[in-house]
């Protein structure tokens, strides 16, 4: 009996094999239309993405991702590139907002590039969140000398 019913479980699983190896392999045939045109490949955009867009899901709040872009920014200004340099700081100001250093950078670099009310503004957020900075005398002497030189180029 009990030779029967393993016969019979055989035959079963065995009928049901051989219906799904019958059944239409359509998924796997490949599409019958003509293969895409090539199109030309477009023109590289300038700099314009940076981490927090391009990655959307990227936590707002990532003090450890603001370390590295300022890093990485440092190094960009030490090469001369500050437009990257500039991108890197303000991504470090959005991955730890209220974090002052990203903007006496941010300042810096503003600064060698000739945006000299960016870089104002950006002295005077980075004296606005660490009022007490060891700097500050130094970076508020900055502003002043900037606030001059604006005044002088619009005379």
């Known amino acids: 009996m009990n030779l029967l019913r393993q016969l019979s479980g055989?035959?079963?699983?065995?009928?049901?094999?051989?219906?799904?190896?019958?059944w239409p392999a359509s998924a796997q045939d490949p599409p019958?239309?003509?293969?895409?045109?090539?199109?030309?490949?477009?023109?590289?955009?300038?700099?314009?993405?940076?981490?927090?867009?391009?990655?959307?899901?990227?936590?707002?709040?990532?003090?450890l991702r603001a370390e590295k872009d300022i890093e990485i920014g440092k190094y960009y200004?030490?090469?001369?590139?500050?437009?990257?340099?500039?991108?890197r700081f303000q991504d470090a100001t959005n991955a730890k907002?209220?974090?002052?250093?990203?903007?006496?950078?941010?300042?810096?670099?503003?600064?060698k590039k000739g945006k000299k009310k960016?870089?104002?503004?950006?002295?005077?957020?980075?004296i606005d969140l660490y009022p007490h900075a060891e700097d500050g005398d130094k970076i508020r002497k900055k502003i002043a000398?900037?606030?001059e030189?604006?005044?002088?180029e619009r005379s």
């Open 77 to 87: 200004m030490k090469k001369g590139d500050m437009d990257a340099a500039i991108d």
């Open 10 to 22: 055989l035959c079963l699983l065995a009928g049901v094999g051989l219906c799904f190896a019958a």
């Open 145 to 147: 000398k900037l606030h």
């Open 149 to 152: 030189e604006i005044d002088k």
């Open 32 to 63: 019958a239309s003509a293969p895409p045109k090539k199109q030309d490949a477009p023109k590289p955009k300038p700099n314009t993405d940076s981490a927090v867009q391009s990655a959307p899901d990227q936590p707002k709040w990532d003090p």
């Open 97 to 111: 907002p209220g974090y002052a250093i990203p903007f006496l950078y941010l300042g810096e670099a503003y600064e």
């Open 118 to 126: 960016q870089a104002v503004k950006a002295y005077q957020r980075y």
